[in-house]
């Protein structure tokens, strides 16, 4: 089974974010304003991730992609409190697009 993810990005144009938003929607869950949590079962690997949404960016745009062991997802909190919202277990870095803040 593969590892949920969690999505995180900075994307400066109006236009390019909403094609990230609109590419991830099919398959996410919606966290925060620029965060997104794609579930186990979806079957998408995290390079998969990667590559799909870093062909959507520019220049000074970053994106993250974290794989979620079980451990981490289990020291998770929600907000408000729920139990765990997507069914399973939580980060490391597995991909990344972007440079790093100046």
């Known amino acids: ?37 794609i579930g186990p079962t979806s079957g998408l690997a995290a390079d998969a991730v990667r590559d799909a949404l870093g062909a959507l960016l520019g220049p000074g745009d970053r994106l993250r992609v974290y794989g979620l062991c079980a451990d981490c997802l289990r020291a998770c909190r929600w907000a ?21 803040p100046g």
């Open 1 to 37: 089974m593969r590892r949920p993810l969690v999505v995180a990005y900075d994307v400066t144009d109006d236009a390019r974010r909403e094609r990230v938003r609109t590419a991830l929607r099919p398959a996410a869950n919606w966290c925060q304003q620029s965060v997104w949590v």
């Open 80 to 100: 408000p409190d729920r139990p765990e919202p997507f069914g399973w277990y939580g980060p490391q870095v597995v991909a990344e697009v972007g440079e790093p």
